[in-house]
C-alpha cells in the first residue's frame, strides 16, 4: 500500500490520512526510502511537468534520482538478508 | 560617356551607415555589409522571424541569439521546422526535428508567439534523409543537438552514442518469435502476440541522461490486456518476459488507434536501460510502431 500527495509523491505512510491510498504491486517489498523518491499517477489522472508537459495516463517513475534510490533500495534488502540470517544461525544454534 | 555627380561623401557614408545599420537589425546580424551584394542579402533577410538556420562546415563567428547551426557541406536549400518528417522533400532540404518539450524552446515570431522546441536535424541529400549535426546559439553560448534521441522513426533505426545501431526484439516464454514477435516494415515495425505474456524491447540499453522524456508513437493499435498484467511501457533492467523489473513505466488497460505514449525520465540519470513494452495475447493483440524517440 502505497499514499499519494497533491504532487502525486509517494509516501510510505499516512500518518495525517490527508494523502490518497493506492496499492500498486511495483512498490511491493520496497522501503520507505526508495517509496517516497517515486511519483504515481493513477489511471485516469493527469499530471503537468513544471515544464508544461502534460501526462495522462498511469505512470509510476522517479521523482528523485534513481541511482540513490536503487542503492537505498539494495542496502535495505542487504539489511534483510542479514537479518534473517543471523535469524537462521540463531535457530541453528538451539 | 559615363555621367557624374558631385555629392557630399561624409553624408553619403552616414547616410549608408543609416540603412545598413537597420538592415543588420532587420536581418539579425552583425557583421559587415559590403555594398551592393551585402546589402542586398541582408535586405533578402530581413524577417519577422526570431530565429535563423545557418549551414556551412564552421558556426558562424557573429551568431544572433538563435542562430541555428547546421554542420553540412551541401548547401540548405529551404528548411523545415515540423514534428513530422516533411513529406515531398527537395534537394538539400533540412529538417529539424520539433518536439513538444526542449530545454532550448525559443519564440520563433518578433511579435507574437510561435514556440518552438528544436530536437535533432536531417538534411536531405541523394535522394534520401541523413542526421545532421547541428547547434543552437542562445544566451551567448552553443549548444549541441544531442545524439541518440532517435531511437526508430519510420522504417529507420537510430544509433547510441556509442555508435551501435538500435534494433526491436521479442522474447515470450517460448524466448519470443513463436508469439511474440516483431516484424520490420518500410516505414513501421509490428509488434504482435497471440501467445502468452510477451516482452518488446529496444537493443541495446540507453541511457536517458539528459532527456526529460521517452515517447512512441504507435498506429493501428489493437491491444487489450489480462487484469493479471496490464500493459506497460517503459524502462527495464532484464529482458525477461514475465518480470523484467520495469523502472519507470506508464501503463494501460487497452491501447487503441493512433495515439503516442510519453513517459516522464527527467530524474532516471545515467544508468542505462532496455526500453520496453510488455503485453499480453488476446484476440490479435498488435499495434504498429511509427516512431521511438527521447527528448
Redesign the interface.
Known amino acids: 500500500m502505497i499514499y499519494i500527495d497533491d504532487e502525486f509523491k509517494c509516501h510510505a505512510a499516512n500518518p495525517d490520512g490527508i494523502f490518497r491510498e493506492f496499492e500498486v504491486p511495483f512498490f511491493n517489498g520496497k522501503c520507505a526510502a526508495f517509496i517516497e523518491g517515486y511519483r504515481y499517477v493513477p489511471p485516469g489522472e493527469t499530471w503537468e511537468r513544471e515544464d508544461g508537459k502534460v501526462f495522462d495516463k498511469e505512470m509510476t517513475v522517479p521523482w528523485k534520482n534513481l541511482l540513490e534510490l536503487t542503492v537505498a533500495q539494495n542496502q535495505y534488502e542487504a539489511d534483510l538478508a542479514e537479518a534473517a540470517a543471523a535469524y537462521q544461525e540463531g535457530v541453528d544454534s538451539v | 560617356m559615363a555621367n557624374y555627380k558631385l555629392v557630399n561623401s561624409d553624408q553619403l557614408d552616414s547616410d549608408m551607415k543609416t540603412v545598413a545599420d537597420k538592415i543588420r537589425e532587420k536581418s539579425q546580424t552583425s557583421n559587415s555589409l559590403a555594398w551592393p551584394s551585402g546589402f542586398i542579402e541582408g535586405i533578402d533577410q530581413c524577417s519577422s522571424l526570431n530565429f535563423s538556420v545557418i549551414g556551412g562546415t564552421t558556426k558562424p563567428e557573429s551568431p544572433v541569439e538563435n542562430t541555428i547551426w547546421v554542420n553540412t557541406e551541401t548547401e540548405i536549400t529551404s528548411w523545415s521546422i515540423s514534428p513530422e518528417q516533411p513529406e515531398s522533400p527537395t534537394s538539400g532540404m533540412v529538417w529539424i526535428n520539433n518536439g ?2 526542449s530545454e532550448y524552446a525559443f519564440n520563433a515570431l518578433k511579435k507574437n508567439e510561435i514556440k518552438v522546441y528544436p530536437q535533432t536535424a536531417k538534411q536531405y541529400v541523394g535522394g534520401k534523409w541523413a542526421d545532421v549535426e547541428s547547434s543552437i546559439y542562445q544566451g551567448g553560448k552553443w549548444s549541441e543537438s544531442k545524439s541518440g534521441s532517435v531511437i526508430y522513426d519510420s522504417g529507420t533505426f537510430g544509433k547510441s552514442p556509442g555508435g551501435a545501431t538500435y534494433s526491436a526484439k521479442a522474447t515470450d516464454k517460448n524466448g519470443g518469435g513463436a508469439f511474440a514477435s516483431v516484424t520490420n516494415n518500410s516505414d513501421h515495425m509490428l509488434w504482435s502476440n497471440n501467445g502468452g505474456l510477451g516482452l518488446f524491447y529496444i537493443d541495446p540499453k540507453v541511457s536517458c541522461e539528459g532527456y ?2 521517452l515517447n512512441i508513437s504507435v498506429a493501428d493499435a489493437n491491444v487489450s490486456t489480462a487484469d493479471d498484467y496490464p500493459g506497460k511501457w517503459g524502462l527495464v533492467s532484464a529482458v525477461n518476459y514475465k518480470d523484467p523489473g ?8 487497452t491501447l487503441t488507434g493512433n495515439q503516442t ?11 542505462e536501460y532496455y526500453i520496453a513494452m510488455q503485453f499480453s495475447a488476446g484476440s490479435g493483440n498488435s499495434l504498429k510502431v511509427s516512431k521511438i524517440w527521447l527528448e
Not at chain 2, 520495469?246 to 494501460?252: E, M, N, Q
Not at chain 2, 505514449?261 to 544508468?271: E, F, I, K
Open positions: 513538444t518539450s526529460k522524456t520495469f523502472v519507470a513505466s506508464t501503463g494501460f488497460d505514449l510519453s513517459l516522464d525520465v527527467s530524474n532516471v540519470g545515467n544508468t
